[in-house]
């Protein structure tokens, strides 16, 4: 157990839709890391937040955002949902800015 | 911008065979870190690299990081079925602040 937390496990939904992925990063850690990961794909980085704030930017679609929240918990909002977008989503969280991270479990999205 | 190169995709191997999996960067980096993803789980760290030509160890497992901090690689000594899985290298570079991680390499040992 890494002590992050992704909700939910699971998730499938159609087309045009929207659906917003939660990660709640280990106790103390302040940096929040979204990585999307397609079928035997890589770690494709998405965006990473410290402390609140946005620190840096990966390859995140416009149709993407996301946000960390005082209590350190983020989301990951996903619009206009396509088909590609089915993948693996990962949150990480990290104590340090350059320390190791610990992954969640991930979130499964299925778009149909 | 930042771009992590990592071979062979794939490596099949019998138990008790050696592994070795490299990892090139575009950019000189700040450090490396490797990372064990299981077959349905998630990445899990395993170690960090920091210094220019730095080896570490771990059981089984020999880590470097080369000289001009461009590339690393791991190698597993007598493989095992439960060293299964893909083994991604990730690097941050010293002006960019996200770990970008490298495609992976998915071993399969055969018993």
């Known amino acids: 157990d890494s002590g992050v937390t992704q909700t939910p496990k699971h998730l499938i939904t159609a087309t045009g839709q929207r659906v917003t992925l939660r990660c709640s990063p280990r106790s103390g850690d302040l940096s929040v890391y979204w990585y999307q990961q397609s079928l035997d794909q890589g770690l494709q980085f998405l965006i990473q937040?410290?402390?609140?704030?946005?620190?840096a930017k990966g390859n995140i679609l416009e149709r993407f955002s996301a946000q960390q929240f005082p209590d350190l918990h983020s989301e990951l909002n996903l619009s206009s949902l396509e088909l590609g977008d089915s993948a693996l989503y990962f949150c990480?969280?990290?104590?340090?800015?350059?320390?190791?991270?610990?992954f969640g479990e991930g979130s499964r999205l299925t778009v149909l | 911008g930042q771009q992590v190169m990592q071979i062979p995709q794939y490596q099949h191997v019998q138990e008790g065979e050696d592994f070795t999996t490299y990892c090139n960067s575009s950019t000189t980096l700040s450090n490396i870190q490797w990372y064990k993803q299981r077959p349905g789980g998630h990445p899990v760290f395993l170690i960090q690299?920091?210094?220019?030509?730095e080896v570490k160890k771990q059981k089984r497992l020999t880590f470097q990081f080369g000289e001009a901090k461009k590339n690393s690689s791991l190698h597993i000594t007598a493989t095992q079925t439960t060293d299964v899985g893909t083994y991604f290298c990730?690097?941050?570079?010293?002006?960019?602040?996200?770990?970008?991680f490298g495609s992976g390499t998915q071993l399969t040992v055969l018993p």
């Open positions: 990480a969280s990290s104590g340090t800015v350059s320390g190791e991270l610990f």
């Open positions: 937040y410290y402390n609140g704030e946005e620190r």
């Open positions: 990730a690097g941050r570079s010293g002006s960019a602040r996200q770990l970008t």
């Open positions: 690299l920091v210094k220019s030509g």
